[in-house]
């Protein structure tokens, strides 16, 4: 991953620097861009509040091999990982590697480590046109993700996100509020309950409902049919002064948990990060930036070395906390600053 990231940086100059620690510090109010919005706090939240849990370790046990595999919504998933939804590699990344390069290696790499990746939506078409031609790629083995735009045109990249072969849509509803679709004049907009009931009517498939980041929230969503739900705050790149999605995750899970699947994103970096995010209750984790870096850096190759570095990373953490499963995973395996 070393030279992966060395590439990357040299990519990315201007827009990224693939810092030692992507905390958001560098970044902040870089948007368009990697960072966050404003003072960047949001984004940098999501790091610090995941800093606030500590593993507790236990090596008095039979767990030498542990299995780090599980099902979600229906997909059988080597490690407990998606590729989040991030596009718009001209603009945010230094546009050294294509849109429809960088966004079919990453789902390409996914696919032969035995995880799944989602596509993004955006301004220009390019974006959304390249993710549905890489999930087309790959079989249908992609979650395209559109943003909350009006009616005419959010449903019509519905109906041709369904034309890729895939069987799970997303919207990131979160996106209500990017930075970036503003400054081009884009309306996308909250939706109502009653609206978020008729889009997820509409897919020929299960529906994930990205931006969660409150009880209510999450409830509306079991209510109006979504087969899961992302606690996120879009990468702190939407509102400033969020909180952490750790922090919000637990109440979130207790609430809902037995009755929607529950995937988290935000600050997760390592295999450790993502035991923390499933002993809070997610049933998997997504993954955003350090994918992007990868990807850029590596393609296909470089995607693929990070899946393999998290994979490595969690079955050494679960041994380390005596998990033999993704099911060993619960919230007695970890403790929070104090130590409680």
């Known amino acids: 991953m070393k030279e992966v990231r060395a590439n990357a940086r040299e990519l990315?100059?201007?827009?990224?620097?693939?810092?030692?620690?992507?905390?958001?510090?560098?970044?902040?109010?870089?948007?368009?861009?990697?960072g966050g919005l404003g003072t960047g706090s949001s984004f940098m939240a999501n790091v610090?509040?995941?800093?606030?849990?500590?593993?507790?370790?236990?090596?008095?046990?039979?767990?030498?091999?542990?299995?780090?595999?599980?099902?979600?919504?229906?997909?059988?998933?080597?490690?407990?990982?998606?590729?989040?939804?991030?596009?718009?590699?001209?603009?945010?990344?230094?546009?050294?590697?294509?849109?429809?390069?960088?966004?079919?290696?990453?789902l390409k790499a996914c696919v032969a480590n035995r995880i799944v990746g989602c596509t993004g939506d955006g301004v220009p078409p390019f974006i959304y046109e390249s993710?549905?031609?890489?999930?087309?790629?790959?079989?249908?083995k992609g979650i395209p993700f559109i943003k909350p735009w009006e009616d005419a045109e959010l449903f019509a990249k519905l109906d041709k996100a369904a034309e890729t072969g895939c069987s799970i849509f997303g919207m990131d509803i979160d996106a209500a509020g990017l930075v970036t679709l503003a400054k081009m004049g884009r309306p996308v907009t909250p939706k109502t309950p009653a609206k978020l009931k008729e889009i997820i009517s509409h897919v020929p498939g299960k529906f994930i409902v990205k931006g969660i980041m409150c009880v209510d929230d999450a409830k509306a969503a079991v209510d109006a049919g979504a087969a899961a739900i992302v606690v996120s705050n879009h990468g702190g790149r939407v509102l400033d002064q969020t909180p952490g999605t750790a922090h919000v995750l637990f109440d979130i899970a207790e609430a809902v948990g037995k009755d929607i699947t529950i995937l988290v994103d935000g600050g997760i970096r390592s295999g450790s990060d993502v035991l923390k995010m499933l002993a809070l209750g997610a049933d998997a984790v997504m993954i955003g930036r350090p994918f992007s870096i990868a990807t850029v850096g590596g393609l296909e190759e470089g995607a693929g070395k990070y899946i393999q570095q998290l994979q490595s990373e969690l079955i050494s953490a679960m041994v380390l906390t005596g998990c033999a499963t993704i099911a060993d995973i619960t919230p007695e395996v970890i403790t929070d600053v104090l130590g409680q």
Do not use: Q
Request: glycine letters at 14%; proline letters at 8%; charged letters at 20%.
């Open 131 to 140: 993710g549905f031609n890489a999930i087309k790629a790959v079989g249908g």
């Open 48 to 106: 610090e509040a995941l800093t606030d849990y500590k593993l507790r370790m236990r090596l008095i046990h039979s767990v030498t091999n542990p299995d780090p595999s599980t099902e979600v919504l229906g997909m059988p998933l080597a490690i407990p990982v998606l590729a989040a939804p991030i596009g718009g590699v001209s603009f945010n990344m230094g546009g050294k590697v294509t849109e429809e390069d960088y966004i079919t290696a990453k």
């Open 12 to 34: 990315m100059k201007g827009f990224c620097r693939v810092c030692p620690v992507c905390n958001g510090k560098a970044c902040a109010g870089e948007v368009p861009g990697m």
